[in-house]
């Protein structure tokens, strides 16, 4: 964005540092900012584009077919059941940006919700040592993936399917012989992924917080770089947006408060993602993951250590696969032989894909976990309203993996022919 | 044909980096044997081969990509162990790889600052930019903005982006590997210009390059090569384009001068700009 929609109207005589060739195509204001964007679209360059209309698609038909899927209530939950594939789909974003892949991130968050049942109800633990314990196990399973990667060179793909295997092992050992727990409904893991809302008014300060930061860091940004003599964006369009992200926001919010809000989980959820964000595209780290993603030569002569950064996204993508297996046992208020089974790792592939994160690295951004576990989720409960069971599921959803696969194929090539990355 | 490497070449530099006895073996072949080079600041040395004489294998071992097998490395008179990129830059020895190592998936100033970041918790972008700015300005480079990614350069453009990154850490050694190989007419005169202000600056630089004239027009010294030995060391003002040309392929009666013979008799230091074996420059690289 921040090149086009650019404030040159004020000061005729010096032209912005970064606009100064005379091969640029001048464009101002909002008019500007949206020819800029048809143009990326059209170059192949598809951002978050696809995943939104995907979902507006989705939205339309299963509203078509059954008047429940879009009622606040529907889409509260729909919101809650999300996060604990999201949480796990957040870790893969990291993991597939460098060009590797995880795919035991199911059997990883299955055996996570072992762990905590275990601890925390057979063994008596506080309920947040147990979810520590969880966790930190995953983390210890992301370093031994990596140790391998890295010492034998072994592809991830194959380290990961063993763990696949061998943590489900892990997973029925831990359960014992009952094969399922249950978690106290009183319990406040439970009552976190299951009942707590956030209040009204304080979703409304959340909404009016997001849109007055959005505005602020917009500004104080385009300040540091007008002193820079670079172009920036106006303070007219910042405030367009800022104001756009109000109503939107505030307008979504209304809708679901009048079902059950939004839950604190889902907020936690959406926090998570931006920390990822931040992480990926404003701090040394997340450039080198693109690199190591791009040209993993490349980044090595750039003094880059390689090894530590598939040694972080790995830890990171467990530990979040744990993360999502201790909420989805909050979340059921159990944990079962099944937990993390089925089509638990799919999705959360099939997200981070969806969300327009590339198979290939390199290219990608963590709102695509958020993105398209919001896919996989509408599809799954638009499907559920219309009592279709889970044949239907699983069908639909590899149909809209492929699709995402194949258009992530598709606009690689029309940006090659853009000459775009 | 093998002569001494004892050239001082000029009086009051001091040697930054000098190379006793490297050698380098990859199983049964020895990429590099027994290699001596000096380089002082303020020079520019210019490391000429055939294909195959091991100049690549040589830039690695001063960039810490491959560690030498033996032989030692001494760096501002201490003996230094080249063991990783990260290694070399903090020492100072920046390199520009044939390959550029740039990745294309990244814009012009994430290239730039790969792996040195301004302010690595939270990117300082606008200082990364003006910067970036400032360095393409001052080497003449034409790009439009910096805000694409590197897959929509042209190689000349790349090329640019490639030696401008190596300029930010202030390095006292610059590896240049064959920089206008792939460059247009113009952006080879700026690569030239560059490579002097570098000199000036009191940089040593090591230049590989197939192309006689842009030796000529730079370097001070030339080190031959050839089949991963010393071939001979020359400053380049006494010393023909013959005598270079012999050292390189090992003869004195070899295919360019009986080639020059054969186009008439002319001298092979008039005719060939181009040393054999190497690869003729492409010609143009204009962007748009």
Not at chain 1, 110 to 120: K, N, P
Not at chain 2, 172 to 196: I, R, S
Request: proline fraction near 3%; glycine fraction near 12%.
């Amino acid at each position: 964005m921040t090149d086009t929609d650019t404030d040159t109207g004020t000061t005729a005589a010096a032209v912005a540092t970064d606009l100064q060739d005379e091969r640029l195509r001048r464009r101002t204001g909002v008019k500007g900012a949206l020819a800029g964007g048809l143009d990326r679209i059209r170059g192949g360059d598809l951002g978050l584009v696809p995943v939104i209309l995907g979902l507006v698609v989705i939205a339309i038909v299963f509203q078509s077919l059954n008047q429940n899927f879009l009622s606040s209530a529907n889409l509260g939950n729909l919101l809650m059941e999300s996060v604990p594939v999201g949480m796990i789909s957040l870790g893969l974003v990291c993991v597939l940006l460098t060009g590797q892949i995880d795919l035991s991130v199911g059997s990883v968050s299955g055996l996570s919700s072992a762990i905590t049942a275990v601890l925390f109800v057979n063994q008596g633990m506080s309920p947040w040592l147990a979810v520590a314990a969880a966790v930190a196990g995953g983390a210890i399973i992301g370093l031994v993936y990596s140790q391998v990667f890295i010492r034998f060179g072994v592809p991830s793909f194959v380290i990961t399917l063993a763990g696949l295997l061998a943590f489900m092992g892990v997973q029925l050992k831990v359960l014992g012989k009952d094969g399922s727990i249950n978690l106290p409904f009183d319990s406040g893991l439970v009552r976190f992924a299951q009942l707590d809302f956030v209040p009204g008014w304080l979703s409304y300060v959340f909404v009016v917080a997001i849109a007055a930061g959005l505005f602020g860091t917009g500004w104080l940004g385009a300040r540091e770089r007008r002193l820079a003599k670079l172009s920036a964006t106006s303070t007219a369009v910042l405030a367009a947006r800022s104001v756009a992200v109000l109503i939107g926001f505030g307008a979504v919010v209304w809708y679901l408060d009048r079902g059950r809000g939004i839950g604190w989980m889902f907020v936690l959820f959406v926090v998570l993602a931006l920390l990822l964000n931040y992480a990926l595209t404003r701090t040394g780290w997340g450039k080198s993951v693109y690199a190591v993603g791009g040209n993993v030569e490349a980044a090595r002569r750039a003094g880059i250590n390689v090894n530590a950064i598939y040694t972080s996204v790995f830890v990171l993508g467990t530990s979040l696969a744990a993360a999502g297996g201790v909420l989805a046992a909050a979340r059921l208020a159990a944990a079962n032989q099944s937990s993390g089974g089925g089509d638990v790792n799919l999705n959360a592939i099939a997200a981070v894909v969806i969300g327009g994160t590339s198979l290939f690295g390199g290219r990608g951004s963590a709102f695509s976990a958020l993105l398209g576990i919001l896919v996989i989720q509408s599809i799954s409960s638009g499907l559920t309203l219309l009592n279709l069971d889970s044949a239907y599921r699983f069908t639909v959803t590899g149909v809209v993996l492929l699709l995402a696969v194949m258009l992530d194929s598709v606009a690689r090539k029309s940006r090659a022919s853009h000459g775009r990355a | 044909m093998r002569q001494p490497a004892a050239e001082a070449p000029e009086a009051g530099t001091r040697g930054v980096l000098s190379l006793r006895g490297i050698s380098k073996t990859f199983g049964a072949v020895a990429a590099l044997a027994d290699i001596d080079l000096d380089v002082s600041a303020g020079e520019v040395l210019a490391l000429v081969g055939d294909n195959g004489a091991g100049k690549s294998t040589l830039v690695k071992v001063l960039s810490g990509v491959h560690a030498p097998t033996a032989g030692t490395i001494t760096f501002q008179d201490e003996q230094v162990t080249i063991s990783s990129p990260a290694v070399a830059q903090r020492l100072g020895i920046a390199t520009v790889y044939q390959d550029l190592a740039l990745c294309e998936n990244l814009n012009v100033i994430e290239n730039l600052f790969l792996g040195q970041e301004i302010r690595p918790t939270r990117l300082n972008s606008v200082a990364m930019e003006v910067r970036s700015w400032e360095l393409l300005r001052q080497l003449s480079a034409k790009l439009p903005t910096l805000r694409i990614p590197i897959a929509s350069l042209s190689g000349g453009q790349r090329q640019t982006v490639a030696i401008a990154r190596s300029l930010l850490g202030d390095p006292k050694v610059v590896v240049l590997d064959e920089p206008t190989a792939a460059l247009g007419v113009a952006q080879t005169a700026e690569v030239l210009n560059l490579v002097e202000r570098l000199r000036d600056n009191g940089h040593a630089v090591i230049m590989i390059s197939h192309s006689m004239p842009d030796v000529r027009a730079v370097a001070d010294t030339v080190a031959v090569l050839r089949l991963g030995r010393n071939n001979g060391v020359f400053p380049v003002r006494d010393v023909s384009n013959e005598d270079i040309i012999a050292a390189i392929t090992g003869a004195t009666d070899n295919v360019v001068t009986r080639r020059a013979e054969r186009s008439g008799g002319a001298a092979p230091g008039t005719k060939s700009d181009t040393v054999p074996g190497g690869d003729t420059p492409p010609g143009e690289d204009d962007p748009s």
